[in-house]
């Protein structure tokens, strides 16, 4: 696959010969600063460039966009993927006159709730949670910062319905699973920026093998999405290294819910299992126990061993 960056500068070398001396001004600034240019707007790049502000626009017509938009869209996928860590926060450090930091992240999450309310339609959500509902067995993974996700989203759906396979490691034991071949089967990566080589080649291996798979990310140009055969591009716009997870954990948790509605009387039974082995296990605390009682869970040996495994693995 080639890298969004390679595929930027391409673009610019095919048209740079037949450009303006303004337009290649901007062009240079774009090759020459493009971690830079992520965090400018048409103004302030067209000031940096001692041009106008339409120079920029029509540029980005001139290599190959449909306008400014659609290349700020490519530019916002070319800064997920290429900027590190410390840039990020680098950058976020520059803002600190946009208020305190708790609003700064409280405004982040209610705009990309706003955004996914309005990107997202009811059919493609519906049609995502009914692939999944549909396949007989279902692979969720995740590594690194976007585990976290991985892992709300598998204990999750293991309530709701059977032949679910959560990782987060990269097991041994998911590679030997995926070699069965297993017919109707479904793996979800869940990567956002930056993304996991390893989520990237766990994808592959699994299309290798015959595995269908979705793959839930944050821009078109995603490894993730252009591997998968079904995907989900959730947008995040960030205000610092700190990957912004609010709607994305909302959308997972509407997504588990949706999937529990195909099929509601399987979905409260198995609940149900859950709540009465929980119970059993006296793994929740409530008011009625009394110190005596929760003094006596606190020092007991665990009781997890006596179960049957399968019950375990479903908790």
């Not at 041009?51 to 290599?63: A, C, G, H, K, N």
């Not at 049609?127 to 690194?144: F, L, P, S």
């Not at 005596?292 to 049957?308: C, G, H, K, V």
């Amino acid at each position: 696959m080639e890298s969004a960056k390679k595929d930027l500068f391409d673009k610019i070398i095919r048209v740079y010969a037949s450009l303006s001396p303004k337009k290649k001004r901007v062009a240079d600034l774009i090759m020459n600063d493009y971690k830079n240019v992520f965090f400018m707007t048409a103004r302030e790049i067209a000031e940096k460039c001692n041009v106008s502000e339409p120079t920029v626009i029509r540029l980005s017509v001139d290599i190959g966009f449909s306008g400014y938009a659609e290349f700020l869209q490519y530019m916002k996928g070319l800064f997920h993927t290429e900027l590190t860590s410390a840039e990020r926060l680098r950058h976020a450090s520059r803002n600190r006159d946009e208020g305190t930091t708790i609003q700064r992240y409280c405004q982040n999450a209610i705009f990309n709730l706003n955004n996914l309310m309005t990107s997202f339609s009811s059919e493609e959500f519906t049609k995502t949670a009914r692939a999944i509902y549909q396949a007989r067995r279902v692979y969720v993974i995740g590594y690194r910062a976007s585990a976290t996700l991985a892992y709300h989203f598998g204990y999750l759906l293991k309530k709701v319905r059977e032949n679910v396979v959560l990782d987060t490691n990269l097991s041994w034991e998911l590679m030997d699973d995926l070699n069965e071949r297993r017919a109707g089967s479904l793996l979800i990566a869940i990567a956002f920026p930056r993304y996991p080589l390893k989520t990237i080649e766990t994808v592959k291996y699994a299309k290798l093998r015959g595995v269908k798979t979705l793959g839930i990310s944050d821009n078109a140009r995603s490894p993730v999405i252009t591997l998968s055969d079904l995907y989900v591009i959730l947008d995040i716009e960030g205000v610092s290294f700190v990957d912004p997870f609010a709607h994305i954990i909302a959308f997972l948790g509407a997504l588990v819910h949706e999937i529990a509605s195909f099929d509601n009387k399987e979905a409260i039974g198995r609940l149900s299992n859950f709540d009465k082995g929980v119970k059993a296990a006296g793994e929740f605390y409530t008011e009625d126990e009394s110190d005596q009682q929760l003094a006596y869970r606190l020092n007991r040996p665990q009781l997890t061993s006596l179960w049957p495994q399968k019950e375990v693995d479903s908790i």
